[in-house]
Every structure is written in C-alpha cells, then in structure tokens.
C-alpha cells in the first residue's frame, strides 16, 4: 500500500487501498498522508467477500465498469508474479 500510494502520488494517480483493521494505525495514516484514500475492515476469510484483497479488487473492478479501462487497476500484490522477482 505505502508503495502504490508513493507511486500515485508521484503520477497524479488517485490510490484507494484497502487494509484488514488489525494492521498498525501508522500504516494506513502513512498511505492517507500519501494522498490515498484507505478503507480498513475487519479480517476475515480471502474466501470471504469482505476480506481486504477482494475488497481492493472490486473497487478496481467498479472503477472500471463506471469509467472505462484505465480507471482502475487490482495490484494483486500476493498473486503478482513480479512480486516474487
């Protein structure tokens, strides 16, 4: 999040990350600070709807649907194969 926040910042891109509710405080002030827009909930299942990854994942996705391709983009930061390069 603090990364893709930095990043949008530095490219006048908005940043919505979202967060389970039991990460540290500092972290989501930090990526508000950035100029994201940050959405903490509860930690729950990754099979469960409102579980932080799926949430981030459908916002990209309702960007899209509203605005057209290149209004929103899911990072996938645990799936991403460039993570792990």
Known sequence: GVSL?????????????AMPDDAALEKSVLVEALGAKVERV?????????????VARRKANDAVAEHGKGYGYFADQFENLANFQ
């Open 5 to 17: 926040a930095m990043v949008a910042k530095a490219m006048g891109l908005k940043c919505f990350v």
């Open 42 to 54: 509860r930690p729950v299942s990754i099979a469960h709807r409102d579980h932080f990854v799926n």
